[in-house]
C-alpha cells in the first residue's frame, strides 16, 4: 500500500506540472498494474486461509478485483459529480452515459461473483454450514447480506442504471452510486467478519468438551471510535484536496469531451474562443 501511494503521488505530478504530461500515460498504466497486484494479493490472503471454510477458494482474488471496480467507480462518479456540480461546471451526457453504463457492467459482475462463490458452496458439502450460517440463520450477518448486499448493492442500482427512464435521472444514478458503496460496505461486513464469526472447526470429527479457544461460539464486532474518526479524516482530506488543488478537469461538456458531439445551431453560431 505504501508503494501505491507513492505511485499514486507521482501520477498526481505528472498530470499536473505540464512539462511532465508526457509520462502521466505510462505512470498511470503502472498504478494500474501495481493496484491489480494489490488486490490480488488482498483477496488471495481470504482465498489462502484453508481453516476457515467461509474463504479457501480460488474465486476470492477476481472476485475482490471486480468488487473493487464496481466501488470505485462509484466513488469516483458521486465525487466527480458533486465536485463538478459545486464549482458550476458542466459534465456532459456523453461522459455521464459512459460511466453510467460501466458502473451496471463492474457491479453485474460483482453479482456473477458473489453467485459463482456461493454456488460453488453450496456444492461442497463441507461448506453448507457456513452456507446456513450466512444466507439464512447467521442473524445480522444474514441481514446484511441480503438487505445490504444484494438488495441495496446489487439490485436496486442495477434496476436505476439500466432503466431507459430512471437511468437518465443524475439524481438517481447519484442514488445508486451511494447505495453501491453502501452495498460494498455490507459486503465487506458479511465477507470479512461474517466469514470469521462462523465457528471454525479445530478438530475435524471430534466433540471439544472444553476449549480456551471460543470455539463453537458465533464471534461478534463493532466498529471502535478510532475507526469511525479515520473515515472522516480520509473524507475530509479528499473535500479539502478538491478544493485547493485542480483535480477537476475545467469541462466535460460534450462539445468539450466528446469526439462525436456534434455542435446545435445555436453552438455553429457561435464565435470560436480566442
Not at 439524481?171 to 451511494?178: E, F, Q, Y
Request: one cysteine or more.
Amino acid at each position: 500500500y505504501t508503494g501505491f501511494f507513492a505511485i499514486v503521488a507521482v501520477y498526481l505530478w505528472m498530470m499536473m506540472e505540464r512539462r511532465m504530461n508526457d509520462y502521466s500515460k505510462p505512470v498511470g498504466m503502472f498504478a494500474f498494474i501495481w493496484r491489480l497486484t494489490l488486490t490480488t494479493g488482498t483477496g488471495s490472503i481470504f482465498g489462502f486461509l484453508v481453516a476457515r471454510d467461509g474463504y479457501d477458494t480460488a474465486v476470492m482474488a477476481p472476485m475482490f478485483i471486480v468488487f473493487s471496480f464496481a466501488y470505485g467507480l462509484a466513488i469516483y462518479m458521486v465525487v466527480l459529480l458533486a465536485g463538478m456540480n459545486w464549482s458550476d461546471r458542466r459534465v456532459g451526457e456523453a461522459v455521464f452515459g459512459r460511466l453510467r453504463k460501466l458502473l451496471g457492467v463492474f457491479i453485474a459482475g460483482s453479482f456473477y461473483f458473489v453467485l459463482v462463490y456461493h454456488l460453488t458452496n453450496l456444492y461442497i458439502t463441507q461448506r453448507h454450514g457456513v452456507e446456513a450460517f450466512i444466507l439464512l440463520d447467521g442473524g445480522v450477518y444474514t441481514k446484511m447480506f441480503w438487505i445490504g448486499q444484494v438488495l441495496l448493492g446489487y439490485v436496486a442500482p442495477l434496476v436505476i442504471l439500466f432503466h431507459p427512464a430512471l437511468g437518465k435521472s443524475r439524481a438517481l444514478v447519484m442514488l445508486a452510486c451511494v447505495l453501491t458503496v453502501l452495498g460494498g460496505i455490507a459486503q465487506m461486513y458479511v465477507t470479512i467478519i461474517g466469514g470469521q464469526a462462523y465457528p471454525m472447526q479445530l478438530l475435524a470429527g471430534k466433540e471439544v468438551v472444553e476449549s480456551s479457544f471460543f470455539d463453537g461460539r458465533v464471534g461478534s464486532y463493532a466498529p471502535s471510535l478510532p475507526e469511525v474518526v479515520g473515515l472522516g479524516i480520509a473524507l475530509f482530506l479528499a473535500a479539502f484536496a478538491l478544493k485547493v488543488l485542480p483535480f477537476l478537469p475545467q469541462s466535460l461538456a460534450d462539445a468539450d469531451a466528446d469526439p462525436h458531439h456534434k455542435a446545435t445551431a445555436g453552438e455553429a453560431g457561435k464565435p470560436a474562443a480566442a
